[in-house]
């Protein structure tokens, strides 16, 4: 084997590993304790193949002199472990900037780097050189939102931090999460542990997010530029929280979005409650109304009006009231409603008729809707006492309120399976081609669509052959641990 080749001004020496230390500046902190001892195996039988970097340290009062490591911290523990007196070493006279770059980079060139200490490195990378983003993403190659990316992974809690270290959570759901308050933070991983079936994908979870957490400032019930409405907040538009402060760390996002939630909040109400007093100071008073039908017990306490005590008013009417809704997209706006729309003559003119009950039925459409009930209940048990086998009429009805029933992916599934044409609207787009499908079925396609059915809907995620389709699978003795593995192979074979 040949010596390693050292560039001019550089010295390989074999150095005593109980004069080499590790940097306190090296980015990786976690390694993988099995692949530490197959390099320890490697090592008591080959030697240390490749020499580590150092650079000589002058002694203090408290540390002794010697070499301090600037790439192969992996190599120097294994060598370790592998009870080595020495250890190969190239050495070289660095700087503290220059050492932190290199293990920046050495860093980076690691196919198993966690981003975890990519975040830490080059957080500490820019602290210490007062390099900006731009500057730093041009040196490693990558790009600006990338870094931006990386360096929010230490705003990580420790909860969630800990939970992407062990491997719960891919780094694609940890850079969403990062970019949310310490609380938002907990809920979205509760949202990925709390999933009954299978943990949302990074899209799912940026869905969540959007709905859940972030809030478009275009439609925010105050002014985004208001200094005044809450001072210890400042104005949105000077603000780190929103999107647009860092466009490169949100790609994604293209409107101006506030991602504190709790600031967002107390300024809609401080707005509503500004609204309310301004109203009242002019002789005009507001009540408060909410888009829930429950409300809490401090909000009944003053006065809400629930979603059940008022409707939107068409034209004027007797139990007019000037409200602002605390809630809702309405969130912040005034305007009048009904507040007895159950009695209104205006907004409900049945109620006029001497013969309508509580409900707001008259008699003769309660005596309708009563006769329907018992014609409906005794024509099922008249049908239930002749049925004996079911034909393909039964098949049809199940099948068709099968298909009626399912779920989007499922539907999505089904739908681009049988080549049917989606309509445009409703949730399931095929219930209509299913439908006209179905009811030109013959008894085999009844059957295998039967079969489909139970496949699609006993997985608990696409794709999973569930143990109801393995027992169809064993009825017509199909091998799917031969269709598995050939599958795998033509993969392999792609890819």
């Known amino acids: 084997m040949s010596a390693p080749q050292v560039p001019t001004g550089e010295t390989l020496r074999q150095l005593p590993l109980a004069d080499v230390r590790e940097s306190k500046t090296n980015p990786r902190t976690s390694f993988d304790k099995a692949a530490l001892e197959d390099l320890a195996a490697s090592i008591r039988a080959q030697g240390v193949v490749q020499p580590i970097l150092v650079r ?41 900037a220059q050492v932190l ?73 940890a850079v969403l999460i990062a970019r949310l308050t310490a609380t938002d933070q907990l809920a979205a991983l509760e949202h990925c542990d709390n999933r009954w079936d299978r943990q949302p994908g990074v899209r799912d979870l940026a869905r969540w ?26 104005p949105c538009v000077a603000c780190p929280k929103r999107t647009g402060h860092t466009p490169a760390l949100y790609p994604e996002i293209k409107q101006d979005t506030c991602t504190d939630r709790v600031c967002y909040q107390a300024k809609a109400q401080a707005m509503i409650q500004r609204t309310i007093e301004a109203a009242k100071a002019d002789g005009k008073p507001l009540c408060e109304a909410s888009t829930k039908y429950r409300l809490e017990p401090a909000e009944t306490k003053r006065g809400v009006l629930g979603r059940n005590a008022w409707d939107s008013q068409r034209t004027t009417c007797p139990h007019s009231l000037a409200v602002i809704f605390i809630d809702g ?8 409603v009904c507040t007895k729309p159950d009695a209104c003559k205006v907004h409900n003119p049945h109620v006029t008729s001497p013969a309508r009950n509580a409900r707001g039925l008259s008699k003769a459409q309660k005596r309708k809707t009563e006769a329907a009930r018992i014609t409906w209940t005794r024509t099922l048990d ?27 992916d499922t539907a999505q599934e089904l739908g681009k399976r049988h080549g049917w044409k989606p309509t445009n609207s409703g949730f399931n787009r095929f219930d209509g081609p299913a439908r006209s499908a ?46 598995a593995r050939r599958a795998l192979a033509e993969v392999k074979k792609k890819t």
């Not at 002794?64 to 472990?81: L, M």
Request: proline share 5%; hydrophobic share 45%; charged share 25%.
């Open 329 to 336: 997209e309405q969130r912040g706006k005034t305007c009048k």
């Open 438 to 483: 179905i009811a030109k079925m013959d008894a085999r396609a009844l059957a295998r669509l039967e079969v489909e059915l139970v496949v699609l809907m006993g997985a608990s995620h696409r794709h999973e052959i569930s143990p109801e389709f393995q027992a169809i699978a064993r009825r017509y003795k199909i091998n799917t641990g031969a269709i």
């Open 209 to 234: 997010i959007a709905q859940e957490c972030h809030l478009v400032l275009a439609g925010a019930p105050f002014h985004p530029d208001d200094a005044q409405l809450l001072p210890k907040a400042g």
């Open 382 to 408: 008249a049908v239930l006492l002749k049925v004996k086998k079911p034909g393909p009429v039964e098949q049809r009805a199940t099948l068709t309120a099968f298909v009626s029933s399912l779920g989007w």
């Open 56 to 96: 000589p340290r002058s002694g203090t009062t408290t540390v002794a002199a010697g070499w301090e490591i600037v790439a192969g911290a992996r190599r120097y523990r294994a060598a370790k472990a592998a009870q080595l007196a020495t250890i190969p070493a190239v050495v070289r006279e660095l700087t503290d």
């Open 101 to 173: 770059e290199i293990q920046i980079v050495e860093n980076l060139q690691r196919e198993d780097v966690h981003p975890m200490d990519e975040a830490r490195g080059y957080a500490y990378l820019i602290g210490q050189t007062g390099k900006d983003v731009a500057v730093v993403a041009a040196e490693v190659g990558k790009s600006v939102s990338y870094i931006y990316q990386r360096l929010k992974l230490t705003s990580l809690v420790p909860k969630v931090e800990k939970a992407f270290l062990d491997g719960t959570l891919s780094a694609g759901h």
